[in-house]
Structure formats: structure tokens, C-alpha cells
């Protein structure tokens, strides 16, 4: 009898209160498991590509089909320092197929194989509204107020497109505005076990365009966050694990209305943050920061949709997804400190 067992967990390598006893911190969020063979239900019709596996491997493999519920989480982690490789957070889905004659007995690992997969979301069809954020600021004996305004071009970006920030500035004071700072943060909330946030910039900015009193200055800075960038910093949320080729940052997490939060395990946001530079009466030791957020999301790009292929094609995306299993077990020199997916 062949059982196929779908698992989802969020795991935490040690966690603070239980770090002296050396434990493993893990917490199975949804569970569900479904006889694979003999089949228990009417078979689903077969895709093209399990047709073609069937064809490539024979009669002893069985197909199944399984679906996400809509309130479960995106897969996400937290990348752990070197030093703290055994510390890994994040939320993994996992699918354990194996043999067995009583489902309550203890499953060897030598009658089991399993798979750890990803779940993604993809961005809304329809965005929200453009951010735009603007703020006025007084300062001590001055008569008229700093003004700083900020738009981004849309509310959704998607991995890998520049966001251009134009930042307009009215300075009706009898101060200099010294320097322009943009930056994109992200912040990851661990909802599952407490309410943690970390909080990383993962693209900057500057501008050291001065801003006369009684002027007003329009200018737009880009930014690009990518992981590429950002390789080396602690604790920054990822779509999957820092050794896979296909990872970037965590995507924007979307929470649909009647779901709990503490299921979602980690929620992710994003933000642009503008920073003016004052100096004041001292110069810069005394300087001033007047800023604003914008809040936007990062996201996928939904694929388009693709009409069934023919034989060729379906050969080609088989050996692709064969190639990836062959990637994902090539050393990377920047990835030996990395936490593994077979862990």
C-alpha cells in the first residue's frame, strides 16, 4: 500500500526559552494525507506531464493530485547568519510519499522518500491605488513649514523591476536641505511563536542635492532591491533557501479576509522610506530628518496562460524539472554556510 502524506511546518532552529536544552523549535500548521494506491477515490484525469512521466518511469508509478487550501501561508524563510546555520526560521511544505501495510505503524526512512516544494503567490490582478505620501514640518522659529512629497509610478512591482521614487520638495524655510536618502525596507513579522519583526533595508539611495531656502526642487531616484545585493544579511526573508538558483526576496503577503494571522507564520511587507537632512543650528550635529513611507508590494507576475503542448514540448519541460534536481545538488562556494532544502 503506497500512502502520500502532505505536511505543512514552520520551524525555528532553537528558540530563546528552550535554547539551553538544545531543542529544536517546530510546529506543524496543517496536516493531510490521502491514499495514493490502491486508489480510495475516482482517479483525476492525468496532465500532460504525468502522462509523460508515466510513459518515461512505467507501470510502477502512481500519480495523485493534491490542492492548497486558500489560507494557508506562502513558503518562506529567514536566512540565518554562518555562525547560525541551525537557526533557521521559516515555513516549508513538505510531501512524504511511502509504503506501508498499517498507516498507524512507525515509517522507516528506507520505505519513504520526500519533497519540499514551494508555495507562491502571484500579485492581484487589480492593484490598489498609487501611493502617494506628503508631510509639512515647522521648524523652531522659522515662519513658514518644510514641505516633502513622494510617489512611487504603481502600487505593485515585481522581482527584478526598478522603482523609481519621485520626491518633490517646497522649502519655504530659511534652512538648507543638505541630502536626499530613499530606501526600501522590508519587514518580515513572525507571527507563529511571538510577534518578532525585522525590520532590513535591502536598497538605498542618496542624493547630496542641496535645496536652497525659498526653492523647490522635483527629483526621481531608483531603486532596485534584489537579493543579489543583499546575500549577506541576516535575517532577511527569501522566497525559498539561499541555495537555491531560482530564489529572490519574500514576496509580499496577502491576507484574505476571516484567516487568521498566527496560520500565516511569516508576514511580509514592504515600504519606501524618504529621509531630508536638515542641518541645524550647530550644523550637522544638530541636523534634522524630516521623512515619509510609502507602502507597496512586491510580488510575482501572474503567468500567462498556455495552451496544452505537443509531445516536444512536454519532453522539454520534463527535462527541465529533471535539470533542477541536478542544479539544487551542485556545490556553490557562497552557499556553503546556507541551511540545505534535504535538511
Known amino acids: 500500500m503506497v500512502l502520500y502524506w502532505w505536511i505543512l511546518l514552520l520551524s525555528r532552529g532553537k528558540k530563546e526559552d528552550i535554547d539551553v536544552m538544545g531543542l529544536t523549535f ?24 504525468q502522462e509523460s512521466l508515466l510513459k518515461k518511469l512505467g507501470k510502477n508509478a502512481y500519480p495523485f493530485f493534491f490542492t492548497f487550501p486558500d489560507y494557508l501561508p506562502c513558503s518562506v524563510c529567514l536566512q540565518p547568519a554562518p555562525r547560525d546555520v541551525d537557526k533557521t526560521c521559516g515555513v516549508d511544505f513538505e510531501v512524504k510519499a511511502f509504503s506501508t501495510e498499517n498507516v498507524e ?89 511571538s510577534s518578532d519583526y525585522y525590520t532590513k533595508v535591502v536598497a538605498a539611495e542618496e542624493a547630496q542635492e542641496k535645496v536652497q531656502p525659498n526653492s523647490s526642487l522635483t527629483k526621481t531616484l531608483t531603486l532596485l532591491p534584489l537579493l543579489a545585493n543583499n546575500r549577506e544579511t541576516r535575517e532577511i526573508a527569501l522566497d525559498g533557501k539561499l541555495k537555491d538558483e531560482d530564489t529572490n526576496l519574500a514576496s509580499s503577503t496577502i491576507i484574505k479576509d476571516g484567516i487568521d494571522k498566527t496560520v500565516m507564520g511569516i508576514l511580509v511587507s514592504y515600504k519606501v522610506k524618504v529621509k531630508l537632512t536638515v542641518p541645524g543650528m550647530l ?54 554556510n546556507s541551511p540545505s532544502t534535504d535538511e
Open 283 to 336: 550644523g550637522d550635529l544638530t541636523s534634522s530628518e524630516v521623512g515619509t513611507e510609502l507602502p507597496f508590494r512586491l510580488m510575482h507576475p501572474k503567468p500567462e496562460e498556455r495552451s496544452p503542448a505537443g509531445k516536444d514540448g512536454e519532453a522539454e519541460l520534463v527535462f527541465e524539472e529533471f535539470a533542477r534536481q541536478q542544479l539544487k545538488n551542485t556545490p556553490d562556494e557562497e552557499d556553503k
Open 105 to 193: 505503524e512507525r515509517i522507516h526512512k528506507r520505505n519513504s522518500a520526500r519533497l519540499l516544494i514551494r508555495k507562491v503567490q502571484y500579485a492581484p490582478e487589480e492593484p490598489g491605488p498609487q501611493p502617494c505620501a506628503e508631510t509639512t514640518w515647522q521648524f523652531f522659529m522659522s515662519s513658514k513649514p518644510l514641505q516633502l512629497k513622494a510617489c512611487l509610478s504603481k502600487e505593485v512591482y515585481y522581482h527584478g523591476e526598478p522603482i523609481p521614487v519621485t520626491v518633490t520638495i517646497n522649502n519655504s524655510t530659511e534652512k538648507t536641505v543638505k541630502k536626499i536618502k530613499v530606501q526600501v525596507e522590508q519587514v518580515a513579522n513572525v507571527v507563529l511563536y
Open 26 to 49: 517546530r510546529r506543524d500548521l496543517f496536516f493531510s494525507r490521502l491514499q495514493v494506491f490502491p486508489p480510495a477515490d475516482k482517479p483525476e484525469p492525468l496532465t500532460h506531464l
